[in-house]
T-cell receptor
Framework: QKEVEQNSGPLSVPEGAIASLNCTYS??????FFWYRQYSGKSPELIMS????GDKEDGRFTAQLNKASQYVSLLIRDSQPSDSATYLC??????????FGKGTRLHILP | GAVVSQHPSRVICKSGTSVKIECRSL??????MFWYRQFPKQSLMLMAT?????????EQGVEKDKFLINHASLTLSTLTVTSAHPEDSSFYIC?????????FGPGTRLTVT
């Protein structure tokens, strides 16, 4: 059973600090990794994709991938109250199916 | 990123009636679309994978005769909830793949009274 694991939270982070979200996955053959943001009552929005080991930066977001450890993370710098949402980690496996984690609730404290 | 639309955004129907939800990829062609359901404060649940020109693949436990999926073109997939009951009330979200990435529509909130 392929799995994507995330801490459900809530993760509380002061405004302006760095929020660190983590995800592990079980399918060692996975090649594509994604982070989605979902506000309450809304559908998920793709915010980052990462395909190779290392870091990928986009504005205040940095995705980190370590395939050897089967670990993906998302860093949000200078956290803002508008970053408060549920963040979903998603992994595309060898069968081309995307598996979603259950999400981590992030709460930015003003 | 790619844009996926859904219609309607919100629907209220009486128990026993059928409801059709449309999902469109607006600026790309999607050979594969996905239908999810999400209950309040719960995670996404994949219901089925819709392939253009062929039958949908349903996840275990999802009744294919109750949730009819049609993917007639490369930009349109429809989900029909037949003989809806109050327990079918949920947030239904479609998504479509462009390349390696998957983009979600805005969702349809279904309330069955």
């Amino acid at each position: 059973q392929k799995e994507v694991e995330q801490n459900s939270g809530p993760l509380s982070v002061p405004e302006g600090a760095i929020a660190s979200l983590n995800c592990t996955y079980s399918d060692r053959g996975s090649q594509s990794f994604f982070w989605y943001r979902q506000y309450s009552g809304k559908s998920p929005e793709l915010i980052m994709s990462i395909y190779s080991n290392g870091d990928k930066e986009d504005g205040r977001f940095t995705a980190q991938l370590n395939k050897a450890s089967q670990y993906v993370s998302l860093l949000i710098r200078d956290s803002q109250p508008s970053d408060s949402a549920t963040y979903l980690c998603a992994v595309r496996g060898r069968d081309d199916k995307i598996i979603f984690g259950k999400g981590t609730r992030l709460h930015i404290l003003p | 990123g790619a844009v996926v639309s859904q219609h309607p955004s919100r629907v209220i129907c009486k128990s026993g009636t059928s409801v059709k939800i449309e999902c469109r990829s607006l600026d790309f062609q999607a050979t594969t679309m996905f239908w999810y359901r999400q209950f309040p404060k719960q995670s996404l649940m994949l219901m089925a994978t819709s392939n253009e020109g062929s039958k949908a693949t349903y996840e275990q436990g999802v009744e294919k005769d109750k949730f009819l999926i049609n993917h007639a073109s490369l930009t349109l997939s429809t989900l029909t909830v037949t003989s809806a009951h109050p327990e079918d009330s949920s947030f239904y979200i479609c998504s479509a793949s462009e390349g390696y990435e998957q983009y979600f529509g805005p969702g349809t909130r279904l309330t069955v009274t």
